[in-house]
């Protein structure tokens, strides 16, 4: 049974979702032709496949609203934050400075086309991206990834209207 997100907790999952699968240097990365075929590797809350591409929207570890008036007629805004985590496969052969720095670059393109996005309609406006965890990769040793990936963790800052 699938669940539909509503409401101001988990309805800003969906906006970053929706606003994530739009961005192209998230479907290049995935390989995905469009919109609708990036959303197959954005998953809520967890994921049961843990192998990469992916991105999880999460609450994280502190659900967090506001709500403040401004503007000239003090018109109610809403705040909150929502945690992004992407993780995408190391390229064979590069070195950890080249894995490192291409995983970089596809994340410094992936924000980039989120801000791009940030306040159209039925998708989060954006005001602050914060890196939550720093970019890793797991050991080598490990034997399910066998540190063929890297992964980074960001809280993205919103503010708008009501979100319903």
Known sequence: MAVTPTGIASLPLKHLRDQLSESSAFQAEVGAANAAAALAFIHYVASATTAPPLAVVDFGDRLSFARQARGSRNFPLQQGEV??????AITAGDTEAE?????????????????GTAGRAGFLDLDQVVQESPPSRPPVKEAKSKGDFYQVTFVLGYEGGVVA
């Open 83 to 88: 945690f992004l985590t992407l993780r995408f």
């Open 99 to 115: 894995a490192g720095l291409r995983f970089m670059n596809v994340v410094g393109a992936i924000v980039a086309d989120l801000w």
